[in-house]
């Protein structure tokens, strides 16, 4: 789906727009064809799952009613994988985890 620089683009300006507009912070993101990575700041307070439903649902709306031709690729609505991972920066270094991102 990101094989087009203008479809990667939009996706990394609808995540920054979603952040920001719920006081997050993305310190570093990747979008690639296959993925996106992402080393986002979130309070102690918000979970991790409410931060994977805002991002993900959030950007789905946002994408489908910017491009609605993905409307056609994704009939059933969800756009992405329910798949996730994550982990917590305490335990790694962040440079290191900024360099991995990059490298993808």
């Given at each position: 789906?990101?094989?087009r620089?203008?479809?990667?683009?939009?996706?990394?300006?609808?995540?920054?727009?979603?952040?920001?507009e719920?006081?997050?912070?993305?310190?570093?993101?990747?979008?690639?064809?296959?993925?996106?990575?992402?080393?986002?700041?979130?309070?102690?307070?918000?979970?991790?799952?409410?931060?994977?439903?805002?991002?993900?649902?959030?950007?789905?709306?946002?994408?489908?009613?910017?491009?609605?031709?993905?409307?056609?690729?994704?009939?059933?609505?969800?756009?992405?994988?329910?798949?996730?991972?994550?982990?917590?920066?305490?335990?790694?270094?962040?440079?290191?985890?900024?360099?991995?991102?990059?490298?993808?």
């Amino acid at each position: 789906m990101f094989r087009r620089e203008e479809n990667k683009k939009l996706c990394e300006d609808i995540l920054h727009d979603i952040t920001k507009e719920h006081h997050k912070k993305i310190a570093e993101i990747n979008v690639t064809p296959d993925h996106i990575y992402l080393i986002v700041k979130i309070p102690t307070t918000m979970g991790i799952s409410k931060a994977f439903y805002l991002l993900k649902g959030a950007s789905a709306r946002q994408l489908f009613k910017q491009k609605p031709n993905f409307r056609q690729r994704f009939q059933q609505g969800h756009f992405w994988s329910p798949g996730k991972f994550y982990r917590t920066i305490g335990d790694a270094d962040v440079e290191t985890m900024m360099n991995y991102i990059r490298g993808h």
